[in-house]
């Protein structure tokens, strides 16, 4: 009951933020001048090197919303090098909802990383292959965040959804708003092969690009949301779920593209799947 008046009440919700501007909308917030905002706010590029990554965050926090970025990943050799953009709240239990690139050697496919945290606990990744060079031009990655699901997308084509079953004692984030981050940063003890292909700091600088951040979402802020009753239409986001043709996709994803799944780690959770992966 009390799933459905919180449903009820946030569908009526309008949308109040949509960002595309950079220097309205973000802040860089470390990387001593190695992130850098240009084009009069119209273009955002991360940089690594061998002394420090970069990354960004939202000037503002949201409570639900769409979130859309186009993104150009490093290009070349990026083996052990990580781009990130993901969704967080703040303290020790916070949720969070990610898309880290993990690079790799020249002719070799970015690995796409997603996780979703909830309370401080995450273990629930999935992996991907993307269906294109992700180097060659800029690609729109998209956070889409309701009361009812997490839909993680690709140029619109969905790759995840993770459902909110809370009716089958599974947590959900939906009452800490979270900012948007992005960072680039050196991970060659993980993020190639598991650490085995490290950092070629020869191809230094590593550089990340960033375009046309929109931000379709209710803003959080000193406590309240800003988000205002008026017609459900207006912000549709907020009831979203997959239609069969967006089920078709979701599907053609991770037939061809999945290289990981946590709900199939039988190994990894030997004493049981997660209880998401067997909910009906």
């Not at 503002?60 to 970025?69: S, T, V, W």
């Not at 496919?109 to 999935?126: F, L, M, R």
């Not at 550089?207 to 406590?223: E, H, L």
């Amino acid at each position: 009951m009390k799933s459905s008046l919180l449903v009820s009440a946030v569908i009526s919700l309008v949308i109040v933020a949509s960002a595309a501007n950079f220097n309205q909308d973000i802040d860089v917030t470390w990387g001593d001048g190695r992130g850098k905002i240009l084009e009069n706010g119209n273009l955002l590029t991360l940089t690594l090197d061998k002394f420090s990554g970069s990354g960004f965050q939202s000037k503002n926090q949201y409570l639900f919303g769409k979130i859309d970025m186009n993104i150009k990943l490093v290009p070349g050799n990026s083996a052990g090098t990580v781009t990130t953009y993901y969704l967080r709240s703040e303290g020790s239990t916070w949720d969070e909802i990610d898309f880290e690139f993990l690079g790799n050697l020249s002719g070799d496919p970015y690995i796409v990383h997603t996780n979703v945290y909830t309370q401080g606990k995450g273990d629930k990744e999935q992996q991907f292959y993307l269906w294109f060079d992700p180097t060659k031009d800029f690609h729109t990655y998209s956070l889409l965040w309701n009361p009812q699901r997490i839909i993680f997308s690709v140029d619109g084509t969905p790759i995840r959804e993770f459902k909110n079953l809370e009716s089958k004692g599974v947590s959900f984030p939906k009452s800490q708003p979270m900012r948007v981050y992005s960072s680039l940063w050196n991970a060659d003890d993980w993020a190639t092969r598991g650490g085995l292909v490290k950092t070629d700091w020869s191809q230094a600088p590593f550089t990340a690009a960033y375009r046309t951040f929109k931000a379709d979402a209710c803003v959080w802020s000193s406590g309240k949301s800003s988000c205002s009753s008026t017609s459900p239409s207006q912000n549709s986001w907020l009831s979203q779920e997959l239609d069969i043709t967006s089920q078709q996709r979701l599907k053609w994803v991770q037939k061809n593209y999945m290289i990981y799944n946590y709900c199939t780690d039988t190994k990894r959770f030997a004493m049981g799947l997660p209880k998401e992966c067997t909910a009906s």
